[in-house]
């Protein structure tokens, strides 16, 4: 008989470490999407936030109506998914995601999946600019454009418009080198780039650089401001230029992977492509198809082949969990309770909204302390939002809906309806948080 109980318990001891291996084994799959964990990821740290942190540890006595609102969000504007983080005084005390990463396989959307961030990239490039300040290898008053500046490219040893030498690095950072959007955006136009340079094929930096050699600026850099994708794209070959580092490379090892933040990236152009914890994106049923970027002709939905997200990547190419830009916020907020990545001399120039000269990287910084940073295209809307009160959070949805960049204003609506009504919020701190072994 005590035999025979041995081998019984023995045998619910065992099934329950083979239960427990397996949901370790495959939490990746369960938890971040429908493609098996890689083994051809160099990059892919599993112990990293994205795979440590599930919807179930953010139920507390608050969470269904935090539920209720945004699952009404995603169905009044018939979004796919979303994901929200919140922070209260420097700690993550919520992440949760809402709806689906992929429709047609049913799958959950939960804090690690990474989502196309928009503009919210131009935040991450002006950080990873502050850096190489804070380093002295550059200042914010360098030029940026010429023979003696940071661009030595050939290109610019001869140009249409001599003004484009007096062009800085801030002036890039706060929309203010030159270039308006009169004739459309450019960095959303490479076809009509290349069309203009007389080239073929798909459009890169060295064909951006032609571009601009080439033409005369808009307004004299520094006496304006006027939104530039295009002006925050040349600032990947500032950091290139000074660092001798990739621009992917030197904001993931010298910027983020220092404060914990080992997996964003720069996000690829197709859907083949997509990174195996990457949502997918989702328009609204009304988006024509439109030619790809490559110039190849073919008609391919904005979402995928639309736009060379690569290229785009410091001012709108990069793919984040709402977890990691929460943590990114934290380290330049401002706050003392959780020390900064800059000095706050270079924290304070960032959000200086003094005309023309910022903010640098932030989209809106309001009188009252708030700092906001939103980021938009098809397919994908986030926000993150830093409250001087110490109540900061991010939301990132992967769908395009007819309410376009008006979108985040409903966002900030609902965000603002939860820190009202929910008054007691978790006490632990997500971004600590380590499973049991």
Known sequence: MLNYISKYLFSIKFFKYALIFVLLVSRCTIQLGPHELPDNYEDLDTEGLNFRITNELSEFSGSKYIEKEANSLLQQWNLAGMTMSVVRDGKLVYAHGFGYSDIEAKQPVTPGHLFRVASVSKLITAIAIMKLVEHKSISLESKVFGPKAIIKDPVFNSVKDPRIYNITVRH??????GWSVRYGDMAFNSLLVQELNGDKGTATMDSYCRFIANRKLHFDPGTRSSYSNMGYMFLRKVIESVSGENYDKYIRNEVLKPVGITDMHVGKSYLADRRFNEVKYYESDDNQLVSCFDGSGRMVPKTYGGNPIELLGPAGGWIA???ELARLLVMVDGFKNVPDMLPKNLI?????????????????????????????????SAIMKRQSNGFSWVVVINSSNWKGPRLPYYIEYMMRKIEQSVKFWPKHDLFEYQPKQ
């Open 172 to 177: 890039l950072l706060a929309h203010s080198g």
């Open 321 to 323: 969990s709402s977890v």
């Open 348 to 380: 304070n120039q960032m959000v200086d909204d003094e005309d023309f000269r910022g903010p640098l990287g932030w989209k809106t910084v309001k009188d009252n302390g708030d700092w906001i940073r939103t980021g938009s295209m098809a397919g994908t």
